[in-house]
């Protein structure tokens, strides 16, 4: 395990060094465009006043000119039908990008009959759950924000550790979109945390709602279907959706049940949400004793601490006699309170 607590934290010094970098590239940037939006300003100011005596017969012009261009290439004068029919031919892609649906000739994996995990389907109609029964000593490692730069290194951390998780996948980076496919065809299973992982699909269930559609799609373009398992940002007990909207997280957590989803908090975690260190992120991590156990951890932007800390951490509870599973419809299922 030390060659990849080494990795880990020679990418992690890399990474910090990259992101200086592009800070103070962007910050470039911004000036620059300031200028030349400024002087574009300047230019259209100037050229209007010149222009605007003759405005008129322009327009005037423009209109009979494009009224012929119209009739002489449908046949109809005035008839426009023929400009919008020229962009049938991209209505998918435009289907796609404004309501998030996924075009059939989009998909790159053909839903497979046979296998196994196609039951992990969200499914209106399968709303039995586990609340109640604990099985062996379990730790059902998790892993959200993803996928990210470090999405492989956390793959091939995982096998040598002969484990597998749960990866609650979002598309903050699109780029690593087939990182989710990667992933699964390792044996993780995928959940769903949300396309933007933005508070401000909290401010109604129609906003949340939207926002998984849209990453359902991109996890069904590449595994075959939308998965019943969720997370919502910050946990079901998160009280900063009330800036959004009060008693928000009451209505998702009935409704995401009812149209065939499950929702899963923790009951463990890493701490990386708070950027601690490796060896903080350990101590955290290995003093939880439930029998069945719901780990929460980080795969995201400056994660290569939990990168590091994880192969400690998983043999420490192998060492006390606990298994590593994926999530799965006969996992224990574990809510927070809700506080909102």
């Given at each position: 395990?030390?060659?990849?607590?080494?990795r880990a934290?020679?990418?992690?010094?890399?990474?910090?060094?990259?992101?200086?970098?592009?800070?103070?590239?962007?910050?470039?940037?911004?000036?620059?465009?300031?200028?030349?939006?400024f002087?574009?300003t300047?230019?259209?100011?100037?050229?209007?006043v010149?222009?605007?005596?003759?405005?008129?017969?322009?327009?005037?012009?423009?209109?009979?000119?494009?009224?012929?261009?119209?009739?002489?290439?449908?046949?109809?004068?005035?008839?426009?039908?023929?400009?919008?029919?020229?962009?049938?031919?991209?209505?998918?892609?435009?289907?796609?990008?404004?309501?998030?649906?996924?075009?059939?000739?989009?998909?790159?994996?053909?839903?497979?009959?046979?296998?196994?995990?196609?039951?992990?389907?969200?499914?209106?109609?399968?709303?039995?759950?586990?609340?109640?029964?604990?099985?062996?000593?379990?730790?059902?490692?998790?892993?959200?924000?993803?996928?990210?730069?470090?999405?492989?290194q956390?793959?091939?951390?995982?096998?040598?550790?002969?484990?597998?998780?749960?990866?609650?996948?979002?598309?903050?980076?699109?780029?690593?979109?087939?990182?989710?496919?990667?992933?699964?065809?390792?044996?993780?299973?995928?959940?769903?945390?949300?396309?933007?992982?933005?508070?401000?699909?909290?401010?109604?269930?129609?906003?949340?709602?939207?926002?998984?559609?849209?990453?359902?799609?991109?996890?069904?373009?590449?595994?075959?279907?939308?998965?019943?398992?969720?997370?919502?940002?910050?946990?079901?007990?998160?009280?900063?959706?009330?800036?959004?909207?009060?008693?928000?997280?009451?209505?998702?957590?009935?409704?995401?049940?009812?149209?065939?989803?499950?929702?899963?908090?923790?009951?463990?975690?890493?701490?990386d949400?708070?950027?601690?260190?490796?060896?903080?992120?350990?101590?955290?991590?290995?003093?939880?004793?439930?029998?069945?156990?719901?780990?929460?951890?980080?795969?995201?932007?400056?994660?290569?601490?939990?990168?590091?800390?994880?192969?400690?951490?998983i043999?420490?509870?192998?060492?006390?006699?606990?298994?590593?599973?994926?999530?799965?419809?006969?996992?224990?299922?574990?809510?927070?309170?809700?506080?909102?």
């Amino acid at each position: 395990m030390d060659k990849w607590q080494k990795r880990a934290a020679e990418r992690r010094k890399q990474r910090e060094k990259q992101l200086r970098q592009r800070m103070m590239i962007a910050g470039g940037a911004v000036v620059a465009l300031l200028i030349v939006i400024f002087i574009i300003t300047r230019v259209a100011g100037g050229s209007k006043v010149e222009k605007k005596g003759s405005s008129s017969e322009a327009a005037s012009s423009s209109v009979t000119g494009e009224n012929s261009a119209v009739s002489g290439a449908n046949g109809m004068t005035g008839d426009t039908t023929g400009t919008v029919a020229d962009t049938s031919s991209t209505d998918s892609v435009l289907v796609a990008t404004v309501t998030g649906e996924i075009a059939p000739d989009e998909a790159t994996v053909t839903p497979n009959p046979d296998d196994p995990r196609a039951i992990f389907a969200v499914d209106p109609n399968k709303t039995d759950w586990n609340f109640d029964k604990d099985g062996d000593k379990v730790v059902y490692l998790t892993l959200d924000d993803g996928p990210s730069y470090l999405t492989m290194q956390f793959l091939d951390m995982l096998d040598a550790c002969d484990v597998k998780a749960t990866f609650f996948v979002t598309s903050q980076d699109p780029s690593y979109a087939d990182c989710i496919q990667e992933a699964y065809r390792r044996g993780h299973t995928i959940g769903l945390h949300t396309s933007s992982h933005s508070f401000e699909i909290y401010k109604s269930v129609e906003d949340y709602f939207w926002d998984l559609e849209q990453i359902g799609n991109v996890v069904r373009d590449q595994i075959g279907y939308v998965p019943a398992f969720i997370r919502f940002p910050g946990g079901s007990s998160n009280t900063r959706s009330a800036r959004y909207a009060k008693g928000i997280m009451a209505k998702l957590t009935e409704e995401v049940q009812k149209r065939g989803y499950q929702y899963w908090d923790w009951n463990a975690e890493t701490g990386d949400g708070n950027m601690l260190s490796v060896e903080e992120e350990i101590a955290e991590a290995t003093s939880c004793d439930y029998n069945n156990i719901v780990m929460l951890a980080h795969d995201g932007d400056l994660k290569e601490a939990t990168l590091e800390a994880l192969p400690t951490i998983i043999q420490n509870y192998k060492d006390r006699g606990y298994t590593f599973k994926p999530l799965d419809r006969e996992a224990k299922v574990i809510h927070h309170e809700v506080l909102n």
